[in-house]
């Protein structure tokens, strides 16, 4: 499966944005999807995942009552609705799926998109 991330961009501390990831060459509904996310100097860290059906959800306690993530499996697209963003918010925002039940470790993402830069400034 291909992934392909956007929607990030420059906002101010408050605001609100939101990531689309669309999937293509599989079908989408097979896999778990995650979002994780990269700050300069930083490890890469798990944000949020969904279940294939989005029966299962889970986040981050960082992002914890700010940020939403969803799934349209007819649109082959996870979503990550970030509202409330603050400066620590800033990083690179990766989507990937993942064809098992979904986890938090990065390392047991099969595919990856591309990722799509947020930048929060206070």
């Known amino acids: 499966v291909q992934l392909q991330a956007f929607g990030g961009g420059l906002v101010q501390a408050g605001d609100s944005l939101r990531l689309s990831c669309v999937a293509s060459?599989?079908?989408?509904?097979?896999?778990?999807m995650g979002w994780f996310r990269q700050a300069p100097g930083k490890q890469r860290e798990f944000v949020a995942a969904?279940?294939?059906?989005?029966?299962?959800?889970y986040y981050a306690d960082s992002v914890k009552g700010r940020l939403t993530i969803s799934r349209d499996n007819a649109k082959n697209t996870v979503y990550l609705q970030m509202d409330s963003l603050k400066s620590e918010d800033t990083a690179v925002y990766y989507c990937?799926?993942?064809?098992?039940?979904?986890?938090?470790?990065?390392?047991?993402?099969?595919?990856w998109g591309q990722g799509t830069q947020v930048t929060v400034s206070s």
């Open positions: 990937a799926a993942r064809n098992r039940y979904w986890t938090t470790s990065d390392a047991d993402y099969e595919y």
């Open positions: 969904i279940s294939w059906n989005a029966g299962m959800i």
């Open positions: 060459g599989s079908i989408f509904s097979n896999y778990a």
